[in-house]
T-cell receptor
Framework: AQSVAQPEDQVNVAEGNPLTVKCTYS??????LFWYVQYPNRGLQFLLK??????LVKGSYGFEAEFNKSQTSFHLKKPSALVSDSALYFC????????????FGTGTRLLVSP | KAGVTQTPRYLIKTRGQQVTLSCSPI?????VSWYQQTPGQGLQFLFE???????NKGNFPGRFSGRQFSNSRSEMNVSTLELGDSALYLC?????????????FGPGTRLTVT
């Protein structure tokens, strides 16, 4: 069965600095990988996804993620953090074959300080 | 397009009661998934429906059930409520399954069991 690990419960970064939110996954075969963000008292919003091809995926709000097959990782990055990026971030994985469910990580809280 | 809507937004129930939550997907979306979100457990998958058929089911007891109607609207039911069922229940819709479609989430139903 597929699984996702987000090793950091919280990431703290100063505004203007680069940020990284880590995600590793386990799946049988090839993965579809996703990042979602949740702002307080709201549902999750889609940020970006990896399907195939280029390992660097660009998404909404200046975020990007790098797929690394050998390390089974899909880390979320942004060159310059904003205070408004403070939120809960979820990584998710789904195998490319079969009707299998989307599995989410436990989430990482990003706190960007002014 | 209107987003995913969930009703009600808030519910307070007593142990032993049952509850029904409703989800209306984005127009044209045929897949609906349900998740339970709690601070300690993150986002736990409940079920996924496509064309009125349950495609996937998570590891929840039989007290949790769901269904999808011909217009793609979905309901989930929890019988014999327990205190541990208190959570945010999120519904998400997508165009289909077995493809890298991103999911669009509703705002959730906050269930409190006393």
């Amino acid at each position: 069965a597929q699984s996702v690990a987000q090793p950091e419960d919280q990431v703290n970064v100063a505004e203007g600095n680069p940020l990284t939110v880590k995600c590793t996954y386990s799946v049988s075969g090839n993965p579809y990988l996703f990042w979602y963000v949740q702002y307080p008292n709201r549902g999750l919003q889609f940020l970006l996804k990896y399907i195939t091809g280029d390992n660097l995926v660009k998404g909404s709000y200046g975020f990007e993620a790098e797929f690394n097959k050998s390390q089974t990782s899909f880390h979320l990055k942004k060159p310059s953090a904003l205070v408004s990026d403070s939120a809960l971030y979820f990584c998710a994985v789904r195998p490319t074959t079969g009707f299998q469910k989307l599995v989410f990580g436990t989430g990482t809280r990003l706190l960007v300080s002014p | 397009k209107a987003g995913v809507t969930q009703t009600p937004r808030y519910l307070i129930k007593t142990r032993g009661q049952q509850v029904t939550l409703s989800c209306s997907p984005i127009s044209g979306h045929r897949s609906v998934s349900w998740y339970q979100q709690t601070p300690g457990q993150g986002l736990q998958f409940l079920f996924e429906y496509f064309s009125e058929t349950q495609r996937n089911k998570g590891n929840f007891p039989g007290r949790f059930s769901g269904r999808q109607f011909s217009n793609s609207r979905s309901e989930m039911n929890v019988s014999t409520l327990e205190l541990g069922d208190s959570a945010l229940y999120l519904c998400a819709s997508s165009q289909g399954v077995a493809q890298p479609y991103e999911q669009y989430f509703g705002p959730g139903t906050r269930l409190t069991v006393t």
